[in-house]
């Protein structure tokens, strides 16, 4: 089943938390790349991004990288745990 995403404007991404932004790349990327590779019995256009070759898709992680692009860097887990450690030696 293709993973199913709702279309939001460049506005309402500059109004999102960086976490969320995150979450909604996440999502996106989970998409199916078209509806021939996907299990999709029939194309359901319901204003939901569903495929990677899709205008709406494209568009959509385009503004969502460009929101991202002015946000701070959250670490990685692994980053995380270097810092935290790092801290730790240093006590």
Not at 29 to 46: A, G, N, P
């Amino acid at each position: 089943m293709a993973n199913k995403v709702e279309p939001k404007s460049l506005e309402e991404l500059q109004s999102m938390h960086t976490g969320s932004l995150m979450s909604r790349r996440k999502a996106l990327l989970k998409c199916d790349e078209s509806f021939e590779m996907s299990d999709e019995l029939e194309h359901s256009d319901q204003g939901l991004i569903q495929f990677k070759d899709s205008a709406v898709w494209k568009q959509a992680y385009s503004d969502l990288k460009e929101v991202l692009s002015t946000r701070e860097n959250i670490p990685s887990k692994k980053e995380r745990k270097e810092i935290r450690q790092a801290k730790a030696k240093s006590r």
